[in-house]
């Protein structure tokens, strides 16, 4: 099992592009997760999915879109990049049984110019 | 709302132990967990306890729960230099596809 992946590793965007952050997972989880860890800030959730077809908003999904097309794939969409969107994404499925463990994807560094 | 709060920086040497805190908000957590995460990585779960639980023991982690005052610690006994990590604390509500997070202890193992 690959786990959870995400693409591209590292990227740069000027102010106003746009762009889709990808993630796959080969687990058969339902629920899929993304978040954005900012220094001092650990974690925060922007949007999630518990299904295919199935997306709902988290803690900042402002400037983000998610569709869920199949079960294995979770795309994140900024929609025209600010410098406030530079951070870490991390993609995340979660187990299906106790403790319903989050599995984390390597993450993808975005600077927003 | 949910919050969870920790401690920004832990320095140890190494062999010491190491007790890392944090305290929550939500009275309905169901699962409290410790992540791990290496630097250039994702987060990996260490521990967990169910919030029935006071202690749990995994070798060389110790899990305390005091529902009471709402707080949790890590204990790493014979912290090593491969411990230095960023440890995040997380709690779940009823809906366990949302992790509340703490902002990270950052741990630094010194000789």
Known sequence: ?113 | GEDVEQSLFLSVREGDSSVINCTYTDSSSTYLYWYKQEPGAGLQLLTYIFSNMDMKQDQRLTVLLNKKDKHLSLRIADTQTGDSAIYFCAETPVDYNKLIFGAGTRLAVHP
């Open chain 1, 1 to 113: 099992n690959a786990g959870v992946t995400q693409t591209p590793k590292f990227q740069v965007l000027k102010t106003g592009q746009s762009m889709t952050l990808q993630c796959a997972q080969d687990m058969n989880h339902e629920y899929m997760s993304w978040y954005r860890q900012d220094p001092g800030m650990g974690l925060r959730l922007i949007h999630y999915s518990v299904g295919a077809g199935i997306t709902d908003q988290g803690e900042v999904p402002n400037g983000y879109n998610v569709s869920r097309s199949t079960t294995e794939d979770f795309p994140l969409r900024l929609l025209s990049a600010a410098p406030s969107q530079t951070s870490v994404y991390f993609c995340a499925s979660t187990g299906r049984t106790a403790p319903y463990e989050q599995y984390f994807g390597p993450g993808t560094r975005l600077t927003v110019t």
